[in-house]
């Protein structure tokens, strides 16, 4: 039995290792577009700030790992057509310039998800970068090297525009960003949003909402400002296109795969697509969200390893099921902790529910302990009943723990009945005595219906 | 309407308040018998180390604190008669050298506990303390200054005497803890007990098992050195007796007030004694163990806070629940990280369950980020079905964490085959790609039956 993996990022590498643990016979082969497989994207933004100082370290496991384990590898081979009834791949092998076909009995897509690039006049300039691949990875370091930007623009505040926000702050660089809708991070209800957004700009950021970059001028070559839809100039010398990502799945497609509404590659609690016996996973791969039951898009190096182990132990023969996504994300932006996971406010309605909420600051440790970190939680339930629905959390402090425990409370269906009593760990180096998610929860009990 | 409240460290303080803000009409009346009110009893170790340089940042609210929500307090009465029947409580007022009487309609016991003093002799040699009361704390602290030990003997190996170690080991002072059993910390399973004790004995921790001490011997009034039951002479010039702590219940028997079989006062889930009107809190009061379903004795801080708010609001007129303990701890000990909660594998087994178990040593965040720690895991479910029973974790990492989302699992009944997939919070200065709850209910889950 001939098991493909198209891309071996983190969903892919993480499929075939696990289909090998599973299934010592069969075949398995791992192409990756790429010159380097099993990389940490998500690590990108630190090696970038300095705070990593080997660009080698991101590589988790190269190819000689894997074939180790009797995983064949081959890089820099680009998948362009996909035949699923012939169970055939052609894939454009770079290197040699040449086409090379394969044929499998079972094939798990992670072809991933590529930068959305708009056709802003000025975008080939030189110091006009995106982060994604190793190859964008290498070209936004040589860029800082290069052209020492005093200040850099990064259009769209989302997840990767603040992590490569801190970067550049960390590196001494002014950061402006520039954000098309009303507000940053639109996941966040507008209350929280605003804490991340006055927190940066109290250190020093520049954030433009509610315009776009409407042209990038270059002198020499390189670039020198932007100009915005409303009519800002603002001068730069490195602009981060970090507007949004988009799923890769022109070859999945083009196979006859089904899409599904958020636009990735519809699966099965199994991981499989429409068509037996092939799998996707990761970035180009729908999941299926727990709370609002509805298919929903989430590509982020956890949620792409869970759906790898699930996809590789299915291909190999195994049935296992992921049973799905609670929108958990955490980032950390200029030294403001971000997390959530569930519903916002705003969604919960969106949806149909009829939320209670409650926003508590406090801190992540006894009060008069050293280190200690302020918090700000905001918890919301159904208003019957009291179930939660989702915690936004934000703050120098341990946001990271609190986020947690709401997501296991997420996947228990706890209520914050349940929550308010919660026996957690407390010893004043780690906790408050009751720790901030038992206060919101209790707060968040007394406006129940 | 008076309600009484015998004692005011931690749950009876967090009781008066909670009856203050249900019901700002009832008369309030905390009794104390030390000098001071509310202090964070847990922070005391942190104290003796140096870390926090102020004694009195470890007082959370002051009598006038009281006072201003219109709460009565007395400090320095000791109550030392209780009479359900005529609803009277006599104090001696200490100060004053007299007897006092207060009435009551609804009392609040919260009496605390008290450490176990052996009678050893020379158990009242200058250099033998005990930490419990902020007067134990004052004259730790006052041996430490006068009498500069070279070396300390901690009797007991539980969680004050290995807080205790750490705190003496950070001022310099070599820490000898002599244990009667036949491991430190019997609560955890052998093999983690056993990382525990490797790791006090690699930072220089004498640890001394299966042994007692049977005379503390002096030289001029102070302390010069313990002997053992078993003939071992340990030269200190400060002996901790950190043995255990019993519940004080000497005026709720004396009153008609039923114990429970841990020797605490039994309490229904409204936090109410045999005698209506009559609750009991905190360290003096049973809970009943959401995992065994049996009455057990947890006397911890946060569980004290949770019993004050529940019988708080009920003294008061509501009808709150405590629904129980898991049997959450957490401490930290020569830089080690222990944390535990629900059931160990031996108690599992002991109270009739079959578990299966795994120990996982991994890393709290990617592997490739400055300051990730490596802590080791063990998670037990029951073999049938897999329902996660119990944690224990330990390490330089983020134990807490790990605790709390086990906790928060056991609170929703969540087996491994949830958490596997569970949708955590992940970006690598916070946690690796997955979890470490994730790579050990994945391995647990391999386990089942």
């Known amino acids: 039995m001939q098991l493909i993996v198209i891309g071996g990022v983190a969903a892919g590498a993480k499929a075939a290792q696990r289909a090998r643990r599973v299934n010592r016979d069969i075949a398995i082969t791992l192409y990756q577009d790429e010159a380097e497989v099993s990389y940490s994207a998500c690590g990108q933004p630190y090696y970038l700030s300095g705070l990593i100082a080997d660009r080698d370290a991101l590589i988790i496991r190269r190819a000689p790992d894997f074939q180790a384990d009797g995983i064949d590898v081959h890089v820099r081979h680009r998948a362009t057509r996909l035949d699923t009834k012939e169970r055939i791949v ?75 926000a801190e970067s550049l702050h960390e590196s001494g660089v002014g950061v402006a960003i520039v954000e098309r809708l009303e507000r940053l991070l639109p996941r966040l209800d507008p209350e929280m949003s605003r804490r991340l957004h006055d927190h940066l700009v109290a250190k020093g950021v520049r954030v433009v909402l509610e315009d776009s970059v409407a042209e990038i001028t270059g002198h020499t070559g390189r670039v020198a400002s932007v100009s915005t839809a409303s009519g800002r100039r603002i001068r730069a010398e490195l602009v981060v296109l970090a507007i949004g990502v988009r799923p890769n799945v022109k070859l999945a497609t083009q196979g006859g795969i089904v899409l599904g509404p958020s636009g990735a590659i519809a699966v099965d609690p199994r991981m499989e697509t429409n068509i037996k016996g092939v799998f996707a ?169």
């Open 281 to 449: 996973v990761g970035d180009c791969a729908e999941s299926h969200h727990r709370l609002t039951q509805a298919p929903t898009w989430s590509p982020l190096g956890d949620i792409a390893n869970l759906h790898g182990r699930v996809a590789g132990e299915n291909a190999a023969g195994g049935n296992a099921r992921f049973p799905g996504i609670l929108g958990t994300a955490i980032f950390k932006t200029l030294g403001l902790n971000v997390g959530l996971t569930g519903l916002t406010e705003a969604v919960a309605r969106e949806v149909g529910l009829t939320p209670v909420a409650t926003v508590i600051t406090t801190r992540d440790k006894a009060r008069y302990f050293p280190g200690a970190h302020e918090v700000t939680l905001k918890l919301v339930a159904e208003a019957a009943g009291g179930r939660l629905l989702g915690a936004q959390v934000m703050g120098a402090g341990a946001v990271d723990k609190i986020t947690d425990i709401a997501a296991t409370a997420l996947l228990g269906n706890l209520g914050c009945r349940d929550l308010e009593n919660a026996d957690l760990a407390y010893a004043p180096p780690f906790s408050p005595v009751l720790s901030p998610i038992i206060v919101a929860a209790g707060a968040l009990s007394k406006k129940l219906e």
């Open 90 to 164: 052609e894939f454009h092998d770079l290197a040699r310039d040449a086409v090379a076909t394969a044929r499998y009995d079972r094939l798990i897509l992670a072809t991933g998800a590529r930068p959305v690039v708009p056709p802003i006049p000025g975008s080939t300039l030189d110091g006009v970068v995106t982060l994604r691949s190793m190859a964008e990875l290498d070209r936004f370091r040589s860029a800082l090297d290069r052209l020492h930007p005093a200040n850099a623009v990064i259009i769209g505040g989302g997840y990767i525009g603040l992590e490569v």
